[in-house]
């Protein structure tokens, strides 16, 4: 009988120990798969982030960067064929570059540009734009990158010699210009306005007015192209041109001068400006 019972008792315990043996083996075998598993997901999790931060950065690198002008101000913005070029337009192209954008240029009416701009239809504006005290109410000004001339065009018999025998004339301007708005100080005067310089410098041949005041690079373009006109040799004013962002931008306001900093250091602005006004 005792030995029936240890017999038993033997074979209980051997099996209790088969069983602890292969309970053993599994769990050590799903804990390693489980470990496994856990670091393929955490890989593929580190994986997902790095790629999603990239395109963050791609994304936030990219995008499009769109210039309001009046493409009616030779050399600084003007049509070839149906594309605007000039000045402005390249050096734009230069600034978007340097930001990682495309640059997409809308064309419209001067006027039209600083209520553009600060309903953000456009992110910036070049075009010839003068700083002014009136501008900055409603717009921020990047660092100076041209400086304009106000000149002044006659016909070439006219007994108008300088800016103080503009006083009591008939004046023809570009509407919304610095030259509309020195125009509106001279004594007596009576100011013209027209939508583009060049409509003001037909009038101008026509025998309407008296004379146009414009910025002195495209009246250089219009006297070449019209007959019997002058420029005379007294400025009427000089100015500093910008590029105009909206009042609440200011982290694009702080590239854009980053941006042209850049291209004045290493005399990219310089050689696009070369490239459209050649020293006489």
């Known amino acids: 009988m005792k ?3 240890v017999s ?3 074979c209980a315990a051997m099996t209790a120990a088969v069983l602890a043996g292969c309970g053993s083996s599994s769990a050590e075998t799903v804990s390693e798969d489980t470990s496994a598993a856990a670091e393929e997901t955490e890989d ?3 994986e997902e982030t790095a790629e999603t931060a990239e395109a963050d950065t791609e994304e936030s690198a990219g995008g499009t960067l769109v210039m309001g002008t009046n493409a009616e101000f030779p050399p600084y913005e003007y049509y070839e064929g149906q594309e605007v070029v000039g000045i ?4 734009a192209a230069a600034v978007a570059e340097k930001l990682g954008m495309e640059l997409k240029i809308e064309d419209m009416a001067f006027d039209s540009l600083i209520p553009a701009l600060s309903s953000g239809k456009v992110d ?3 075009a010839g734009m003068t700083v002014t005290e009136d501008r900055l109410a409603s717009v921020n000004f990047s660092d100076t990158y041209a400086t304009g001339i106000q000149a002044i065009i006659v016909t070439e018999d006219s007994d108008i010699a300088s800016a103080d025998d503009l006083v009591g004339k008939t004046i ?3 509407q919304g210009t610095t030259g509309d708005l020195y125009a509106t100080d001279v004594e007596g005067a009576t100011i ?3 939508a583009k310089g060049m409509e003001a410098v037909q009038s101008l041949s026509q025998g309407k007015i008296d004379a146009v005041i414009i910025d002195n690079e495209p009246a250089n373009v219009f006297v070449s192209e019209v007959e019997g006109l002058k420029i005379l040799d007294e400025a009427f004013a000089t100015e500093d041109y910008a590029v105009a962002v909206a009042k609440d931008n200011e982290e694009l306001l702080e590239q854009v001068n980053t941006a042209l900093a850049e291209l004045k250091e290493d005399g990219t602005l ?3 400006v070369d490239k459209y006004i050649t020293a006489e």
């Open 3 to 5: 030995k029936k019972v």
């Open 8 to 10: 038993v008792m033997l």
């Open 44 to 46: 593929v999790a580190a």
């Open 88 to 91: 402005d337009a390249e050096m």
């Open 124 to 126: 910036i504006v070049a």
């Open 172 to 174: 023809g301007v570009q």
């Open 192 to 194: 013209e306005r027209y």
């Open 270 to 272: 310089q050689a696009i």
